[in-house]
């Protein structure tokens, strides 16, 4: 089994191919880098916060994310069947996301919108 290291050092590879950054959480969710916003962090880095969890910085190479929370729906079924509708009738292409479940049982709808959201050096 291959170890934690071994395991991050490969997601940095995986993301950095998208030109994405992973950036290590504590607590709440809370990033553990001063400077997480921009900055680039090795796996070496990453794996001496010993985080708690691991999370993707949105925002870069035109990445985004809408978090749906259904953990308050008074009927969580009729909650996912009214969001598949809608989502169904907006014309949107399922396949042009990638959807994740949530610890908290919601998901997340990530995309690309092809805008960069920071000038090119």
Not at 2 to 19: F, W
């Amino acid at each position: 089994m291959a170890t934690l290291n071994e395991r991050v050092d490969a997601l940095c590879m995986a993301l950095a191919q998208a030109e994405l950054q992973l950036i290590p959480v504590g607590e709440n969710k809370k990033p553990l880098f001063k400077g997480w916003q921009k900055g680039r962090f090795t796996s070496a880095e990453i794996v001496s916060t010993n985080p708690k969890a691991l999370g993707v910085r949105m925002g870069d190479n035109g990445y985004e994310a809408v978090d749906v929370d259904s953990k308050n729906a008074e009927d969580l079924e009729g909650f996912n069947q009214a969001f598949a509708k809608r989502f169904k009738n907006s014309g949107l292409t399922r396949s042009k996301f990638i959807i994740q479940r949530t610890q908290s049982g919601g998901f997340h709808l990530v995309y690309r919108t092809g805008l960069r959201t920071e000038k090119r050096r």
